[in-house]
């Protein structure tokens, strides 16, 4: 289903009341610690499963060039430049050189609901659509 050089955006939208231990441990070992964070992962399986278990409170898509050279110009701060090397770079090799966590503001205009999931809602998985999303919390 996905390919080698796929990169996910994952943006936790929901916070970690009454959750399960297992859930707390995957949002930990994903780097998603509060609202509004985010990182970009590779593609493969592993962190599917990952992604697929905190869905209930994160969502996440594959992530486009440009918006990634946005997220890492705006909020990874650093220069137009070396934002769109490092993106062109990440997106070829399928990874990006160092796993930063990005903090985003809320999105303009708001989220739909967080109780459902995509495209009822705004959690779980939304594929490309990820970008408008993020192009909206940048």
């Known amino acids: 289903m996905a390919e080698t050089n796929v990169l996910y955006a994952a943006v936790m939208i929901k916070g970690t009341v009454k959750i ?3 859930v707390v441990d995957t949002l930990k070992k994903l780097k998603l610690g509060s609202v509004n ?6 593609g493969d399986s592993t962190y599917r499963g990952m992604l697929k278990n905190v ?14 050279e946005q997220l890492l110009q705006k909020r990874g701060k650093i220069d137009a430049k ?11 090799d399928g990874k990006l050189e160092e796993r930063k966590v990005f903090r985003l503001s809320p999105p303009t205009g708001g989220f739909k609901t967080v109780r459902l999931n995509y495209p ?3 959690t779980g998985y939304r594929g490309p659509e990820i970008n ?3 192009k909206r919390m940048i």
């Open 55 to 68: 869905a209930e409170f994160a969502t996440w898509g594959e992530i486009d060039q440009e918006t990634l």
């Open 132 to 134: 408008a999303l993020l």
């Open 120 to 122: 009822m809602g705004d």
């Open 82 to 92: 070396a934002a769109k090397a490092a993106a062109t770079k990440a997106l070829k």
């Open 20 to 22: 399960t231990r297992k």
């Open 37 to 42: 964070t985010c990182i970009v992962i590779p």
